[in-house]
């Protein structure tokens, strides 16, 4: 069946950088694009962006862009993110999703997901 | 970007009773591209509808979701023990796909 494993959780300081991993399993990695959301606490979920993993293009919601960088090693069945300049506001649990169909893009529903990376950001 | 408003925040009902929950979004979501999940205490979400009607793969016929436009709703026509959770709509017509902030349904 389908699985995707992140790593694990992660705390962090002020300015520092986060990278998290989404390893697939149990399908073509490269036919269905991998999305990144996230939720802080006592907040809704949040849509950060997308990979075509395909092709590796990505595309991101305007409040992370200059901010996120999703990119995947095909070889490795793995995708990543990466969030830079981190606040106290990224503290929330990091979350790889896959698209519900192999011919979606960014407008997707999701099938599977992560089991979440808690990220802390605090000094 | 559109914003989902879900009502009620919490449902207190009993089990074998209907449940309807709703979401409504500040401009019209096109091609119902409209999805709801179900998430539990320390679970990822689960996919149960997309399309605003499909069921996804799985999921009970006791699930069902209408709507279109500005208007969704998800109906559980009897609850079970295991429908007690977290329910989100999700747009993802236009971008950002945005979520709705969640209707709890917890037990009267």
């Known amino acids: 069946q389908v699985q995707l494993v992140q790593s694990g959780p992660e705390v962090k300081k002020p300015g520092a950088s986060v990278k998290i991993s989404c390893t697939a399993s149990?399908?073509?990695?490269?036919?269905?694009?991998l999305h990144w959301v996230r939720q802080a606490p006592g907040q809704r979920l949040e849509w950060m962006g997308w990979?075509?993993?395909?092709?590796?293009?990505?595309e991101f919601s305007p409040k992370f862009q200059g901010r996120v960088t999703i990119t995947r090693d095909t070889s490795a069945s793995t995708a990543y993110m990466e969030l830079r300049s981190l606040r106290s506001e990224d503290t929330a649990v990091y979350s790889c999703?896959?698209?519900?169909?192999?011919?979606?893009?960014?407008?997707?529903?999701?099938?599977?997901w992560g089991q979440g990376t808690l990220v802390t950001v605090s000094s | 970007e559109t914003v989902l408003t879900q009502s009620p925040g919490t449902l207190s009902l009993s089990p074998e009773e209907r449940a309807t929950l709703s979401c409504r979004a500040s401009?019209?979501?096109?091609?119902?591209?409209l999805a709801w999940y179900q998430q539990k205490p320390g679970q990822a979400p689960r996919l149960l509808i997309y399309?605003?009607?499909i069921r996804a793969t799985g999921i009970p016929d006791r699930f069902s979701g209408s709507g279109s436009g500005t208007d969704f709703t998800l109906t559980i026509s009897r609850l079970e023990p295991e429908d007690f959770a977290v329910y989100y709509c999700?747009?993802?017509?236009?971008?950002?796909?945005?979520f709705g902030q969640g209707t709890k349904v917890e037990i009267k």
């Open positions: 999700q747009q993802y017509a236009s971008s950002p796909g945005t």
């Open positions: 999703v896959r698209v519900g169909a192999a011919y979606c893009g960014g407008e997707c529903y999701f099938d599977s």
């Open positions: 990979i075509n993993v395909g092709n590796g293009k990505t």
């Open positions: 399309g605003a009607s």
């Open positions: 149990g399908y073509t990695f490269t036919s269905y694009a």
């Open positions: 401009q019209s979501v096109t091609r119902s591209y």
